[in-house]
């Protein structure tokens, strides 16, 4: 295919747009591939399309390979499934809603799992129907509060998403074992790299998990990994479990004053000083910081609890998001304070000489939750609800007890995996697919059962994967561009060949035209700079910025019978004979 | 491309649906192409996608031809640009509208005139940037009043939208010819008549319009046609200018009693009667109907006005709605006439002993208009705007006046085109692609000027052309099918051959299987009934619902070494040898 510079529809732009916060967004915007049209929502123009439409080709082939089949559901979709799953409420201001004449309610579907729970349902009712996998890539709609970084956050952004049906848990395993490797053959083959993380389910529900990210240090997501292959997004990782320590023989519970004790570091020192343990020195990591948050559900219900964590690590809003999920945690404001009296700001703690403050049975009756690290047996230094005075030796499983564990601290380099296999670092990464076990979570909601080879009735189990195509496309453009502009892999680039007739004379534009067209007739896709008054600066500038892989330069040399084929990744310039160009750039595949 | 039916989502159904109106909307449903969500928007199953993605490619070929360049634009679009144009107003409640979680307005695209302006502004500023022609195939959203007739009128339907943008009248010419050109070839391809007919330029402003209407019994849109080769749909039928006649000689305007004249026709007796005209006797075209409208716009603000026209003809309501449009149009209420007294319900007239009754400058004040055939110098029976009186010989442009033209009564098989081709017949037909030539009107809203050669800045003229891709798949359904189901054309079949294994015996299989893979091997797409445990009727049966042309059977004759081919059109069997069948079905392209 053959386009040429004169014709198509696309401009470089020599200044960074302002609101462009990274890389990719910054780069597509000036080499005319998208443009702006509100927060998050965007235009392609043919050139990015033409880069996601390279990608929707893997995504597909790698679809039909792994026995998918395609089909296009309604982003506009009504109430009532997403009502009967809960996720109506759940979704909360994260979804667009709107009504329809009739004042029905509506939404722009974020993903699809109901519409397509109950089109199986309606047609489908045996085991020997499935195992069945179907797909769609689609505009798909979330109203982020802070759209940004281009596309890699956005409002409307395209999604492959699959949905997996079988009627046995073994059968499950199959489908979502041959998305996952499909997966890893799209990533692949886009030369993207990925780890396979642990995830947390969240909104989804469901049984299992993974989450394939790209390390990118724009990523928004933090994961956790070690050499021996253990990998989890923080959201999915789960402190070692601890044993519990014998009760006998600890020191009794004392409360002490603790004046001019304003950091956790002062606190120790005054406990190693007045208070000592007699096995070790007391560390920060003994003391037990008691968090006071609000969870607020959709119709904006406060629930008030304390987590207690060692005073060494902090809340971890996203993970404590993931546990408390649906419901969203924000930290306890002033008000939630006065509305509380029992809890004494800054002194906060679960034991008081007349009993139990926290905990739903405590006289505050406030929901007590309890870091994994806080076992049985453990001694602590924590607040003693009185001004300037805290208590020492508290003893978990003695003095104090949990209405529940809340694994919400802060993960850090070093932490150990959960699975025993060592210290964990941490890194940052985005999210370029997800694959879910759903189990049967949207099945028994929705009523989908078929008729197993008894004929007994049994609820159909499933499974979500999601790739998201422009999220994609702009992580690609995230990792392959330098100071002047874009530098597309292969793979995906909109043109294989960038053709420049840079001169004026006759023969040089008569060189540049016929090198187009054999390279076209070679099969190769072809943008031909034939704009005939622009210099040749500009037309090397513009190719820069466009980025694609390959370049010929039709110029002086054309006398000679001489091209310069130029590699825009490595700068390279070399020259090349007319008759060679062909055979060196196809050559390659 | 090889399908199997085994593993083929998609179920056919014996029963009609309950809510199908036509033809193609019972058999796409019963066929497995696709599944109502909500009303008007449908989910695509397979085949169903399949034939749409055939129809795309199409399109997508001769969009490519005519030098036009694919985008893709959002469908979720800010108020903003759709403000400055009027059109947020302007479609009432016709489009879906919803707020981001900033209560900023939303809208859910109709089509795309504003952004692509905005785009072709922000991108381009000098005339050597012109033409240019950008399309994109895309979901749109319409929230139509009644949803109906399955695709024929959906709320989501997906379509081809083209938008040109030239310097000059001349390239808008150019332009405008060379997407009309493109969609004759297109209809051409599908096998889809059309009648290309003058159209109303409606909300969409502009200079210019043509539709592409397909003649068919359960089309929603009138027009008329004649040999001589005049078109138009009925709301751009514009009446023959009629010359004035002399006022001069002509009796005086007489009241008088008209008892018992319930009908146009006893008014007429009673006329030739008592009140007769000496040149010829009165008939129901001399009568003066005045039918009093309310013109109501977008924020239901009401506005009455009376239309003259014969007695012999009614208001067409969708003329009148393009004629007085954006305003919509309802027949007035009662409570009208108790507002408006001066109006004398039965016998209402422009005239009366003590001055001009309707108008402007009357004393009612209200606006009248008059039919085109009211012209200076006819004479007519109208009331007399007292109860049971009627008064005669009242002449146009002697005894009344309106405050304008109003060319909205009904159009008649027989009326003469306005161009003097002769007499037109009326027929009906549903929109398959719709022209226009723009002009200037988004442009100069939206500020998008050009350089010129002389570097004077001109304001760009724009074209804009659409086509309905889920329309057109349901026409084409519409015309190709019986009463057993579907029979697509080539062209846009969801598989080219349909191979059946007519039997459970292993060499029966095997044939099926090895024939399904040479016709892949000679490039066709089959979809294969490997079914094993289905009866051969039940696969029959299924064949011809589903509807690909051309099928083959293999049952008992394999041991002789034939199959049959069954022609679904024709429903012509006819036994070949194995060893022909390739070449009897490959080579019929």
Same mark, same amino acid.
């Given at each position: 295919?053959?386009?040429?510079?004169?014709?198509?529809?696309?401009?470089?732009?020599?200044?960074?747009?302002?609101?462009?916060?990274? @890389?990719?967004?910054?780069?597509?915007?000036?080499?005319? #591939?998208?443009?702006?049209?509100?927060?998050?929502?965007?235009?392609?123009?043919?050139?990015?399309?033409?880069?996601?439409?390279?990608?929707?080709?893997?995504?597909?082939?790698?679809?039909?390979?792994?026995?998918?089949?395609?089909?296009?559901?309604?982003?506009?979709?009504?109430?009532?499934?997403?009502?009967?799953?809960?996720?109506?409420?759940?979704?909360?201001?994260?979804?667009?809603?709107?009504?329809?004449?009739?004042?029905?309610?509506?939404?722009?579907? *974020?993903?699809?799992?109901?519409?397509?729970?109950?089109?199986?349902?309606?047609?489908?009712?045996? #085991?020997?129907?499935? *195992?069945?996998?179907?797909?769609?890539?689609?505009?798909?709609?979330?109203?982020? @509060?802070?759209?940004?970084?281009?596309?890699?956050?956005?409002?409307?952004?395209?999604?492959?998403?699959?949905?997996?049906?079988?009627?046995?848990?073994?059968?499950?395993?199959?489908?979502?074992?041959?998305?996952?490797?499909?997966?890893?053959?799209?990533?692949?083959?886009?030369?993207?790299?990925?780890?396979?993380?642990?995830?947390?389910?969240?909104?989804?529900?469901?049984?299992?998990?993974?989450?394939?990210?790209?390390?990118?240090?724009?990523?928004?997501?933090?994961?956790?990994?070690?050499?021996?292959?253990?990998?989890?997004?923080?959201?999915?990782?789960?402190?070692?479990?601890?044993?519990?320590? *014998?009760?006998?023989?600890?020191?009794?519970?004392?409360?002490?004053?603790?004046?001019?004790?304003?950091?956790?570091?002062?606190?120790?020192?005054?406990?190693?000083?007045?208070?000592?343990?007699?096995?070790?020195?007391?560390?920060?990591?003994?003391?037990?910081?008691?968090?006071?948050?609000?969870?607020?559900?959709?119709?904006?219900?406060?629930?008030?609890?304390?987590?207690?964590?060692?005073?060494?690590?902090?809340?971890?809003?996203?993970?404590?998001?993931?546990?408390?999920?649906?419901?969203?945690?924000?930290?306890?404001?002033?008000?939630?304070?006065?509305?509380?009296?029992?809890?004494?700001?800054?002194?906060?703690?679960?034991?008081?000489?007349?009993?139990?403050?926290?905990?739903?049975?405590?006289?505050?009756?406030?929901?007590?939750?309890?870091?994994?690290?806080?076992?049985?047996?453990?001694?602590?230094?924590?607040? @003693?609800?009185?001004?300037?005075?805290?208590?020492?030796?508290?003893?978990?499983?003695?003095?104090?007890?949990?209405?529940?564990?809340?694994?919400?601290?802060?993960?850090?380099?070093?932490?150990?995996?959960?699975?025993?296999?060592? *210290?964990?670092?941490?890194?940052?990464?985005?999210?370029?697919?997800?694959?879910?076990?759903?189990?049967?979570?949207?099945?028994?909601?929705?009523?989908?059962?078929?008729?197993?080879?008894?004929?007994?009735?049994?609820?159909?189990?499933?499974?979500?994967?999601?790739?998201?195509?422009?999220?994609?496309?702009?992580?690609?453009?995230?990792?392959?561009?330098?100071?002047?502009?874009?530098?597309?892999?292969?793979?995906?680039?909109? #043109?294989?060949?960038?053709?420049?007739?840079?001169?004026?004379?006759?023969?040089?534009?008569?060189?540049?035209?016929?090198?187009?067209?054999?390279?076209?007739?070679?099969?190769?896709?072809?943008?031909?700079?034939?704009?005939?008054?622009?210099?040749?600066?500009?037309?090397?500038?513009?190719?820069?910025?466009?980025?694609?892989?390959?370049?010929?330069?039709?110029?002086?040399?054309?006398?000679?019978?001489?091209?310069?084929?130029?590699?825009?990744?490595?700068?390279?310039?070399?020259?090349?004979?007319?008759?060679?160009?062909?055979?060196?750039?196809?050559?390659?595949?």
């Amino acid at each position: 295919m053959l386009e040429r510079l004169s014709h198509l529809f696309v401009r470089t732009l020599r200044e960074d747009p302002a609101d462009a916060e990274v @890389a990719s967004h910054k780069w597509l915007v000036r080499a005319g #591939y998208i443009r702006r049209q509100a927060p998050g929502i965007f235009a392609w123009l043919p050139l990015g399309l033409r880069v996601r439409q390279k990608i929707e080709a893997i995504i597909h082939e790698e679809m039909r390979l792994a026995g998918a089949q395609q089909v296009h559901f309604p982003a506009l979709l009504p109430r009532e499934p997403y009502e009967t799953t809960g996720r109506w409420e759940e979704y909360g201001p994260n979804i667009f809603r709107l009504k329809d004449r009739r004042e029905a309610d509506y939404l722009l579907a *974020p993903t699809h799992e109901e519409v397509f729970t109950l089109t199986v349902k309606d047609l489908y009712s045996s #085991y020997k129907d499935l *195992p069945l996998t179907i797909y769609q890539i689609q505009d798909k709609y979330r109203d982020e @509060a802070r759209p940004r970084a281009g596309l890699l956050r956005g409002r409307e952004f395209s999604m492959k998403d699959a949905y997996s049906f079988d009627y046995t848990d073994e059968g499950l395993d199959v489908s979502y074992q041959a998305q996952r490797d499909a997966y890893e053959r799209i990533f692949q083959r886009l030369g993207l790299e990925y780890v396979i993380v642990r995830a947390d389910a969240g909104a989804m529900g469901g049984s299992k998990s993974e989450e394939f990210l790209h390390p990118i240090a724009v990523g928004e997501d933090t994961f956790v990994r070690n050499d021996a292959g253990y990998a989890a997004n923080v959201e999915a990782f789960r402190v070692a479990a601890t044993e519990p320590l *014998p009760l006998e023989g600890l020191p009794e519970a004392e409360i002490h004053d603790s004046p001019d004790t304003p950091t956790i570091d002062t606190l120790v020192a005054l406990a190693n000083r007045d208070v000592p343990r007699s096995d070790r020195p007391w560390a920060a990591e003994d003391t037990l910081k008691n968090v006071v948050l609000a969870l607020v559900d959709a119709d904006k219900n406060r629930e008030l609890v304390v987590v207690g964590l060692p005073g060494d690590r902090e809340v971890d809003m996203k993970r404590a998001e993931a546990w408390f999920g649906p419901r969203d945690v924000e930290p306890a404001t002033e008000a939630d304070f006065v509305q509380h009296p029992a809890l004494v700001k800054g002194y906060i703690g679960p034991w008081s000489t007349e009993g139990p403050v926290l905990g739903l049975e405590s006289s505050s009756g406030i929901a007590y939750y309890l870091d994994p690290r806080v076992v049985e047996g453990t001694q602590w230094v924590t607040g @003693a609800n009185i001004p300037e005075k805290h208590v020492f030796h508290l003893v978990a499983g003695r003095d104090f007890h949990s209405d529940g564990v809340a694994d919400i601290a802060n993960v850090r380099d070093g932490d150990p995996a959960p699975d025993g296999s060592g *210290p964990v670092n941490t890194a940052r990464g985005m999210e370029i697919g997800h694959v879910f076990q759903l189990g049967r979570k949207y099945a028994e909601a929705l009523g989908l059962q078929v008729l197993d080879e008894n004929g007994s009735l049994v609820t159909v189990t499933m499974g979500s994967y999601g790739i998201g195509v422009t999220r994609i496309l702009a992580i690609i453009a995230e990792g392959h561009h330098d100071d002047k502009g874009l530098i597309w892999p292969e793979a995906v680039a909109p #043109y294989d060949i960038h053709v420049i007739q840079a001169g004026k004379d006759e023969q040089v534009a008569t060189v540049a035209e016929e090198l187009a067209e054999a390279l076209v007739a070679a099969g190769k896709d072809v943008l031909l700079d034939d704009r005939a008054k622009l210099s040749p600066g500009v037309k090397f500038a513009d190719a820069e910025v466009i980025g694609i892989p390959h370049i010929v330069i039709a110029g002086r040399g054309v006398a000679e019978g001489k091209v310069e084929l130029w590699d825009r990744a490595s700068d390279e310039r070399r020259e090349v004979n007319i008759a060679d160009v062909v055979g060196a750039l196809v050559g390659r595949d």
